[in-house]
């Protein structure tokens, strides 16, 4: 009985790694797709933009990552619906990424309390 429980068991664990071998789990499935995606991106950017404004981009991602990402999803929609026909040097890039700041500088938003600001100024009157 023992042996046929072992022989079953072992059986039923080949099967298992057989299947995860041949299929792949599905955090390695993720990192593949996440890996060809990359790949897509970087060849997608590598036909649109000259050495040096990809240069330049990548030291925006270095630099501010959120704005790097930005310009980056910016430009593959650019190339994927037709509007950047030829390379883009570094001084159109330059363009694009003043283009960006002024619409980042827009949306900040400043509060002020006045309350506090109120009970400082009525502690130098008296």
Do not use: C, W
């Amino acid at each position: 009985m023992e042996d046929a429980d072992l022989d079953e068991i072992r059986a039923k664990r080949l099967a298992q790694l057989q299947s995860e071998y041949k299929g792949g789990s599905d955090t390695e499935k993720a990192e593949q797709r996440k890996r060809e995606q990359d790949e897509m991106k970087n060849t997608i950017l590598t036909q649109v933009l000259t050495q040096s404004a990809r240069a330049r981009l990548n030291t925006l991602m270095i630099g501010k990552p959120e704005k790097g990402r930005l310009v980056e999803n910016m430009l593959l929609q650019m190339a994927r619906t037709g509007q950047i026909m030829s390379k883009l040097g570094e001084s159109e890039l330059i363009n694009i990424l003043e283009k960006v700041s002024e619409q980042m500088q827009h949306n900040t938003t400043v509060k002020f309390d006045r309350r506090r600001a109120a009970l400082d100024d009525s502690d130098d009157d008296f």
